[in-house]
């Protein structure tokens, strides 16, 4: 048998700091992002071989670690990580108070739409119960509720757009960037729930207690505002 050792990135030192990125699609826009504010993983985080989750920093004080999008917004509100990148999707749908979210990124770019069957006619406004396919069943009742809609939502992780057509639910609500997977799903978007970008978000507590956290933000504000046009 063979074993290829444990990574010394994978140690956890006391006092480092813990930056938390999510796996998904904001990844190969925050990468850059970060490197300007001075946040930049080192080699192993880029080679997909590896099977580590925590990886070291040119900074020698930090580490980051990569997890699903939803995760990041947890890890950071519980204090397990002090700073993370997430879409604003994720920070609505959990509303959490120990999370602060102080700089707006300007990427990940996206909208939080109610969809259905193009050859459905009846608004949602015209009902009064509905059975609606999400990933964000609390923004989901709350989107719903505001229009006087009891809303049941049935809980996916992906793919929501094959609900309608397959009986499962009347509506979705999922994120659209294109409409590419709405139309090719011969779904139409009915109306917006949310703009979405991505945010540095930071622990409340740790914001307050660790001068190096409020040093991050500052240098992520400075980063996002010298890309902000004229
Ligand atoms: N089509 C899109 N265009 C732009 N940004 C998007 C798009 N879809 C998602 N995002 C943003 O990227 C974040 C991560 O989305 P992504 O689809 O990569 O995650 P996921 O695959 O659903 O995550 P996981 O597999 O961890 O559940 C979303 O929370 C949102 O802020
Ligand atoms: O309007 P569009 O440009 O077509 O983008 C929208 C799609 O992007 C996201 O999914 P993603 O591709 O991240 O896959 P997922 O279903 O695994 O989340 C979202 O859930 C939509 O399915």
């Not at 997430?86 to 707006?104: K, N, Q, R």
């Not at 793919?159 to 090719?184: K, N």
Request: charged share 25%; glycine share 6%; with cysteine.
């Amino acid at each position: 048998m063979t074993t290829t050792g444990t990574s010394d990135n994978s140690i956890f030192r006391p006092g480092q700091l813990t930056f938390a990125v999510p796996k998904g699609r904001i990844l190969d826009e925050a990468l850059p992002v970060m490197a300007r504010a001075g946040v930049e993983p080192g080699a192993e985080f880029h080679d997909p071989k590896s099977r580590a989750l925590a990886f070291g920093c040119l900074r020698p004080d930090m580490r980051i670690i990569r997890v699903r999008a939803f995760d990041v917004a947890t890890f950071v509100a519980h204090g397990a990580a002090q700073v993370g990148i997430v879409g604003s999707d994720v920070i609505e749908e959990f509303d959490y108070a120990d999370l602060y979210a102080p700089v707006d990124l300007g990427i990940g770019l996206c909208r939080l739409s109610v969809a259905r069957m193009a050859n459905d006619s009846d608004e949602a406004t015209s009902i009064s119960h509905l059975r609606v396919a999400t990933k964000y069943p609390s923004l989901t009742r709350r989107h719903f509720e505001a229009a006087g809609v009891a809303a049941e939502c049935v809980k996916l992780n992906g793919a929501m757009e094959l609900a309608p057509s397959l009986g499962l639910a009347r509506q979705i609500v999922d994120l659209v960037s294109t409409g590419t997977t709405l139309r090719e799903n011969g779904l139409v978007e009915t109306s917006v729930i949310l703009d979405i970008s991505a945010r540095l978000i930071v622990n409340r507590t740790a914001l307050k207690t660790d001068a190096r956290v409020a040093a991050l933000v500052d240098a992520f504000r400075r980063e996002a505002e010298a890309r902000e046009p004229a």
